[in-house]
């Protein structure tokens, strides 16, 4: 069964995002599909054929950077909305947050500094069912650095793309307009399932 991208398209007009820097950034997601859907067939030809040599190697490795570009994309987009929604101060998560962090605003300031630290990559709050315990991680790759068993909770796209075109270097001016588009209620769902 082949992936099939999403449509975000009613993204658009989202205070803090140009359409050109939203439709470019559909385009690169669009091409994670793609790729993973060609990788996924290419891999079931070549197990079939028994051909699991280094070429074999090397397009699993990539395979795990496609679908991971893929999903990440997914999920950075699936928790923002256009006039973007507050976090419910009675969920479970938001308590689960002051239980992990100290406060709300720890949490934040903390996901933030992630999020503006230098490099590129993805800022992400994790949840670890079986600790019971909340993280903020940096990803540096797609494919490298995610926590095993973990759920993303939230999920900020800190490559270039996602930011260089409307905010050039301001960074932490990118992450202030995603944080005004993040859908809380969906970040709550992620927790509570």
Known sequence: ??????????????????????KNHF????GYV???NK??????????EGKTGPEFAEL???FGWEFNGMRLHELYFGNMVKEGKAVNQNSALYKKIIEDFGS???WEKDFKSL?????????????????????????????????????PLLVLDIFEHAYMLDYGLK???????????????????????
């Open 115 to 151: 999020g503006a630290m230098r490099g590129i990559g993805w800022a992400i709050l994790y949840y670890d069912p079986q600790s019971k315990r909340l993280f903020n991680v940096w990803i540096n790759e797609h494919d490298v650095g995610h926590l095993s068993g973990a759920v």
């Open 60 to 62: 699993k490795r990539r």
């Open 34 to 36: 793609t790729n993973s």
């Open 171 to 193: 960074r932490t001016d990118y992450i202030e307009a995603f944080f005004k588009a993040v859908d809380w209620a969906v970040v709550e769902r992620r927790f509570l399932e």
């Open 27 to 30: 385009t690169l997601y669009q």
């Open 104 to 106: 709300w605003e720890n």
């Open 39 to 48: 990788l996924s067939d290419i891999l079931a030809v070549m197990a079939k």
């Open 1 to 22: 069964m082949a992936f099939v991208a999403q449509n975000f398209d009613m993204l658009l007009g989202t205070a803090g995002f140009s359409e050109t820097l939203l």
